[in-house]
């Protein structure tokens, strides 16, 4: 099957400072890619869509300029928290669509991220 | 804003068939129902997706009904391992074929013993 993979798994970081979490499509070419953000006991809430070589698609109410997304290749991208905040603290997930395989999307293990 | 209801919570006996419902009264014709699933602090798992049809895989299988206002997860023989958050979607099409997953809060079901 498709595997996505997501470094790191768990980062713990001061506040004010920027964090970047990676997203991989191992085995396939992603044109597309998703970034979420999971609150705990919360459902999983789309951050922006990327599709590689173009400027991201953020949803209503997400900060570009607070959460970076660059999607240089077909199987990478990368996430940044900037000058994050205790409040930032969440499980990031990545998802990739694979072109060829019936457009599905698969995801990566997701990021723990907590900021003190 | 999410398209589907599900039950906050089921429980299953392990070896029997855990059968999770899902509402979907305002899809649309050319809107598929999609099912995952998500262990404790893991990423997603996709298990099966449908848009009229019955489908079957080695995962599980899919019952939709005629009207597609509802569907039905199957797994056939429950084991511990199963024991998640199954979240039912409707895969939205927006303008410019943008498509979307639009995420509720899932049935969180218990496999028991």
């Known amino acids: 099957g498709a595997v996505v993979s997501q470094h790191p798994s768990r980062v713990i970081c001061k506040s004010g400072t920027s964090v970047k979490i990676e997203c991989r499509s191992l085995?396939?070419?992603?044109?597309?890619m998703f970034w979420y953000r999971q609150f705990p006991k919360k459902s999983l809430m789309l951050m922006a869509t990327s599709n590689e070589g173009s400027k991201a698609t953020y949803e209503q109410g997400v900060e570009k300029d607070k959460f970076l997304i660059n999607h240089a290749s077909l199987t990478l991208s990368t996430l940044t928290v900037t000058s994050a905040h205790p409040e930032d603290s969440s499980f990031y997930i990545c998802s990739a669509r694979a072109t060829g395989k019936n457009n599905e999307q698969f995801f990566g293990p997701g990021t723990r991220l907590t900021v003190l | 804003d999410a398209k589907t209801t599900q039950p906050p919570s089921m429980d299953c006996a392990e070896g029997r068939a855990a059968n999770l419902p899902c509402n979907h009264s305002t899809i649309s014709g050319n809107e598929y129902v999609y099912w995952y699933r998500q262990i404790h602090s893991q990423g997603p798992q996709y298990i099966i997706h449908g848009l009229k049809n019955n489908e079957t895989n080695e995962m599980a299988s899919l019952i939709i009904t005629e009207d597609r206002k509802s569907s039905t997860l199957i797994l056939p023989h429950a084991t511990l391992r199963d024991t998640a958050v199954y979240y039912c979607?409707?895969?939205?099409?927006?303008?410019?074929?943008?498509?979307?997953?639009?995420w509720g809060l899932g049935t969180s079901l218990a496999v028991n013993p």
């Open positions: 085995d396939f070419q992603a044109t597309t």
């Open positions: 979607i409707v895969r939205v099409v927006y303008a410019g074929n943008n498509r979307k997953l639009i």
